[in-house]
């Protein structure tokens, strides 16, 4: 399932010689996003700091689909697209909100990283079991 994740706007200094919105600000709101579906699952700050366990994204595909320009005002939507022992592929889908078309897709895989080890490690039981609950598919609209 889909949840909200982001709503903001493209400011000007987001935007690029080309009059657009660049793209490294396409993946600071992602990582904004991607702190509210990873707490949808358990994965909050706290636990992080107790568990000493976070997810470390390990690789990102971006679609960029339509163009945003200063002023636009932009929602992301996330879940989960995959799950394994040791892995989570987070889905986030960011939409114009005043036309409601999807203008950027991302796919971010994680590892669960055990932060003093340095090391891949297990997710813990519960998380998985509410990853479950975020499970989407890559076709969700």
Known sequence: MLIETFLGRVTAQEC????????????????????????????????????RRAPAAVGQEIAYLKELKAGDLVRIESGVLAIEAKKITFLHRMRNVETDEVVMTS?????????????????DEDILERARARLVSELTS
């Open 16 to 51: 690029d010689h080309l009059g657009h919105m660049n793209v490294q600000f396409y993946v600071s709101k992602v990582s904004d996003a991607a702190w509210n579906v990873m707490s949808s699952i358990g994965i909050t700050p706290t636990y992080i700091r107790e568990r």
């Open 107 to 123: 796919k971010v895989m994680t590892v669960n990283m055990d932060l003093d080890t340095r090391r891949s490690a297990l997710i």
